[in-house]
């Protein structure tokens, strides 16, 4: 079965999994997905853009800092005027 994403042909394979149906239907509800399969497919694209971000971030860390790096540091050193009364944890 080949299905299209991007713009660019994605092959797929038809397997049988079992899922904890309560976990689906949040996951489901949180991802917006109708279906297991696209539930599935976006969690596991999730999980890569994940390991991508880690493998970025560690890679980043092993490169000592440069100048220009620690002068973009530097450039804004009052992050107070920045403070506001937002909730950024309500929805």
């Known amino acids: 079965m ?7 042909s994605v092959a797929k394979s038809r397997v049988t999994i079992s899922v904890d149906r309560d976990k689906l239907a949040a996951a489901q509800a ?6 297991a399969s696209a539930t599935v497919d ?17 890679a980043y860390r ?11 540091s530097r450039a804004h050193a009052n992050w107070g005027d920045l403070a506001d009364e937002t909730d950024w944890d309500t929805e």
């Open 2 to 8: 080949t299905s299209f994403s991007r713009g660019r």
């Open 30 to 35: 949180v991802i917006g997905t109708s279906s």
């Open 42 to 58: 976006a969690a596991l694209s999730e999980v890569l853009r994940r390991a991508q971000l880690r493998h970025d971030i560690e």
């Open 62 to 72: 092993r490169l000592p800092p440069t100048e220009d790096g620690m002068g973009l």
